[in-house]
């Protein structure tokens, strides 16, 4: 027997590294310090950290006139005065700043700076340090909302072109911490005058000497990807059909796939040719992973209809995956499309369906906690509610009102415009010989709980022929396989000083920032 391959934990890419500016690469914190307290004519204390340290002018201008009746107008322009007078003639690189901006040129890694700062006050700490050592800046004066709301890393990331999933900033303040995680990022927490907690998604270090590149993309999150794929009676309506399944599993790069239709063999025998993990249950439902697989979930003894799952180690990660395979009568684009039945109709004849759902759901509650991500993939056999303005398809509500998000539908949430199709390939027309074109829906999906949502996709390899010519198709199966690829965070920081990682529970995607990569929609996102 073949043994398994040792898989690395795949990390995504360190698109680009985002720098605070005071407090984090100049040392203009302690003189931002000193201008309130010459403005305030007063010491400050711990307690008025909170409305001067990475906040904008404004804020503490408007700050300071509510406790002195002065007008916050005249009071933001002195802060602009003392603050510029002093950068001017006291500004200091923060140790390791240098060094670490001069290795991520090296290595190809733009690097932006992002201040709450006024541009003024930016573009005279960039000619100290060096504007060619950024390719872009953002400063108060560049955005609607400064820090700690999300858009100042937002924009610097839609003008790099990279998705902030991918980004680490680095950050000195628990003000600027909060932007930089609002919009996604990892992050390298240097603190400056306020100590900063470790936290999910975070880690802390008490200065940047000795930082390297590779420290900083060891902080971003594991990539994994989850394909969902109905074999259609494992395959065997199609010449040759399991190094095809092989091939196309390889093609999507997919980590774990849910599988549906197994005709009892295909989960090990498709594990052994890839040298993965797998969890058979029943005659109809199986899990391969290139992961190990740490517990098998759910009923092993599962009929043709259920769901099954496993819990995969990802690092120091457990993450929960199930698939489901759902009844397929009576089909509801059937009878909405040829009976032309009404939405009322159609909902009351989820009963059988919505039932395998909410068993399926209650079984996942019983497996797991709140601290292990979920993935639910699966053939649901109806439409999503997400899809049809008219019809509240009961079965996707459930899933949706448990927790689980459609993560096809986070990526791509104009049905329209990115139908997504899943059944199906060879269907153009219906079996039934009247030569009435086929409803095409998306019936197969991947729900999530607790992960970050980088993309999804459709896929279909090849130009399928239609039934019943398909023993010579690329494609050995009547539906569409449905891929995604997610972001599960990490545990421990890049040297074991803090945790880093998980945005799991209301983890959401960051499909609406990131360039689009994805091939998707009516073309089934076809693999070249």
Request: proline share 8%; hydrophobic share 40%; charged share 25%.
């Amino acid at each position: 027997m073949k043994e398994r391959s040792v898989t690395p934990h795949p990390r995504l890419p360190l698109q680009a590294v985002l720098f605070d500016m005071d407090g984090t690469l100049v040392d203009t914190e302690r003189l931002w310090w000193e201008a309130v307290e010459h403005v305030a004519g007063r010491s400050l204390t711990q307690a008025d950290q909170p409305e001067v340290l990475g906040r904008p002018v404004e804020h503490t201008a408007a700050w300071l006139g509510a406790g002195t009746g002065r007008p916050a107008a005249d009071l933001a322009a002195e802060l602009h005065r003392e603050f510029a007078g002093r950068v001017r003639t006291g500004i200091e690189p923060r140790p390791g700043a240098l060094g670490l901006l001069d290795a991520l040129a090296r290595d190809g890694i733009p690097a932006a700076l992002v201040t709450a700062s006024p541009r003024a006050v930016a573009d005279t700490v960039l000619e100290a340090l060096g504007a060619h050592r950024f390719a872009v800046s953002v400063t108060a004066d560049d955005t609607e909302h400064t820090k700690p709301a999300p858009d100042p890393y937002l924009t610097a990331c839609r003008a790099l072109g990279v998705d902030p999933t991918a980004c680490v900033a680095v950050e000195d303040t628990e003000t600027g911490v909060r932007s930089a995680e609002a919009a996604g990022c990892s992050v390298l927490a240097v603190p400056s005058l306020a100590p900063i907690d470790a936290a999910p998604g975070r880690a802390v270090r008490a200065s940047l000497l000795g930082m390297t590149p590779q420290q900083l993309a060891a902080l971003l999150p594991y990539r994994l990807r989850v394909m969902s794929w109905n074999l259609w009676h494992g395959g065997t309506k199609v010449d040759d059909h399991r190094a095809k399944q092989v091939k196309a599993i390889l093609e999507t790069g997919a980590d774990v796939v849910g599988l549906q239709e197994t005709g009892g063999t295909a989960a090990r025998e498709l594990a052994e040719a890839l040298s993965w993990h797998h969890h058979a249950a029943g005659e109809n439902l199986g899990i391969i992973s290139r992961h190990p697989i740490t517990a098998g979930l759910g009923d092993p003894d599962v009929g043709f209809y259920g769901t099954v799952g496993v819990r995969i180690a990802l690092g120091n990660r457990e993450i929960d995956i199930w698939t489901a395979h759902l009844d397929y009568t009576p089909y509801g684009p059937y009878e909405a499309t040829f009976d032309g039945l009404p939405a009322a109709e159609l909902i009351a004849h989820e009963d059988v369906r919505l039932a395998q759902m909410r068993d399926a759901l209650r079984r996942i509650t019983e497996a797991g906690d709140d601290t292990v991500p979920v993935v639910l993939v699966g053939d649901f056999n109806c439409p999503s509610h997400l899809d049809w303005p008219d019809v509240e398809w009961p079965v996707t509500k459930a899933a949706e009102e448990a927790g689980l998000r459609d993560s096809y539908r986070e990526a791509h949430p104009d049905p329209a415009a990115d139908p997504g199709h899943t059944w199906s390939p060879i269907h153009p027309v219906h079996e039934d010989g009247s030569g009435r074109p086929e409803p095409q829906d998306r019936i197969d999906y991947i729900l999530h709980r607790g992960l970050t949502v980088l993309d999804s996709r459709t896929v279909v390899t090849g130009t399928p022929h239609p039934r019943p010519d398909v023993a010579g198709n690329d494609w050995p199966s009547d539906h569409a396989a449905v891929v995604t690829t997610f972001a599960v965070g990490l545990e421990d920081g890049p040297d074991g000083t803090a945790t880093s990682g998980a945005r799991a529970a209301g983890a959401h995607t960051r499909a609406e920032t990131a360039p689009d990569r994805s091939t998707h929609g009516q073309d089934w996102g076809r693999l070249p």
